[in-house]
């Protein structure tokens, strides 16, 4: 039999639906200390992120004619610039609405993208060679 003195005697206490909630508030806890300290230090948040890249790479394919479209090339640079511009345009349109905008440092934001966009898949794909495209 296990000894009971090794853990909290409240982890012996609560169900399972209890532990489950109370593990969700402390990691949503957690998660809010941690994009309010993004916040200051002028870092965007992962979602943020993904929300201006995908606005950016939006934006440069509806500059080409109708019929090009899917068939443009986006250079790396034009990527990154157009990720910057839509993250000040959501500063700016926060600013606009009376809400509380985030300033964005720049250095940080470089940071984020790189390891945003240049960071390995997290579970492996199927082989390159074998891949394909269902349109």
Request: glycine share 4%; charged share 35%.
């Amino acid at each position: 039999m296990r000894e009971l003195d090794y853990a909290p005697v409240h982890a012996y206490l609560e169900t399972g639906g209890a532990r489950l909630k109370r593990v969700r508030r402390q990691t949503a806890d957690r998660m809010r200390a941690m994009r309010a300290r993004w916040k200051e230090t002028g870092r965007p948040d992962p979602a943020t992120l993904d929300r201006a890249i995908v606005d950016a790479v939006r934006d440069i394919l509806l500059r080409e004619p109708e019929g090009m479209r899917l068939a443009t090339l986006i250079d790396p640079e034009e990527l990154l610039r157009e990720t910057a511009r839509q993250l000040v345009e959501r500063s700016r349109l926060e600013q606009a609405a009376g809400r509380e905008a985030v300033v964005y440092d720049r250095n940080a934001t470089i940071i984020e993208l790189q390891i945003r966009l240049l960071q390995r898949p997290k579970r492996p794909s199927r082989s390159d060679g074998n891949r394909r495209c269902s349109v």
